[in-house]
């Protein structure tokens, strides 16, 4: 089994910054794409900052210049540095990997998630 456990979250004004960490843990042989997903109030989960295991990052457009996704694989922790934010940022900020791992004398790829972490931000 694999846990995903954030941290970093919390309340900040506009303009402000945070940063985001989230520690992969378990069975793990290797992780492909991490990722980090928010879900404000009545609508759908979406992407907000995705990282390749190489270093290639993918951004939403209305993060693009405010927002930077890093990793440390010797850690297996990947990170969300927030900056400029807005109150549009405010969400449940849920942390994603793509985990291989050892079962029954095969890799397996799996989807975990994190238990999301809550940022808010004040106008």
């Known amino acids: 089994q694999v846990q995903l456990v954030e941290s970093g979250g919390g309340l900040v004004q506009a303009g402000g910054s945070l940063r985001l960490s989230c520690a992969a843990s378990?069975?793990?042989?290797?992780?492909?794409?991490m990722g980090w997903y928010r879900q404000a109030p009545g609508k759908q989960r979406e992407l907000v900052a995705s990282i390749t295991s190489g270093g290639s990052t993918n951004y939403a457009d209305s993060v693009k210049g405010r927002f930077t996704i890093s990793r440390d694989n010797s850690k297996n922790t990947v990170y969300l540095q927030m900056s400029s934010l807005k109150p549009e940022d405010t969400a449940v900020y849920y942390c994603n990997a793509e985990v291989r791992s050892w079962l029954l004398a095969s890799l397996r790829v799996n989807d975990y998630w994190g238990q999301g972490t809550q940022v808010t931000v004040s106008s």
């Open positions: 378990g069975s793990i042989f290797s992780i492909n794409d």
